[in-house]
């Protein structure tokens, strides 16, 4: 009797897992005892929207592929600083020190991305000629 009553409880405590799971249509837990979601399942572009971003190059780190951008206020979410973004491959090569930009703000503490990024001139108007062009601050 016991041991039924064991096994309900070991049950209802897997059910309980599963029923906590939250990856939504990332998830594939289907079936599975544990949960298989976590965030290595999804590679792919978060869905959050972002928060529209405009700046100024100020550094870039090579060995760590990440550029410096010292970045206006973003109203409601951060204040003006500068900080450290991953960026798409392509705008790489274009991202050099005194280079203005509005992109899109993605990620949270320690993985900050940048997506969407358009190079402007100093007042942030898109650029029209030469994108590689690189105006010194
Ligand atoms: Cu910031």
Known sequence: MKSVLLFIF???????????????ENCKCGGEEKCAC??????EEPA???????????????????????HEEIPGFMRAMT????????DWPLLEPGVHLTATLHG????WRLS????TDENYQPRSEDKKKVTTP
């Open 10 to 24: 070991a049950f209802g405590l897997t059910t309980m897992a599963q029923a906590a799971c939250k990856c939504g």
């Open 38 to 43: 976590g965030k290595t399942v999804n590679t």
């Open 48 to 70: 959050e929207a972002g928060h529209p971003l405009r700046g100024v190059v100020t550094r870039k780190l090579e060995d760590r592929k990440l550029v410096l951008v010292k």
């Open 83 to 90: 900080m450290a973004f991953s960026v798409p491959e392509k």
């Open 108 to 111: 949270g503490r320690g993985d």
């Open 116 to 119: 969407g990024i358009t190079l």
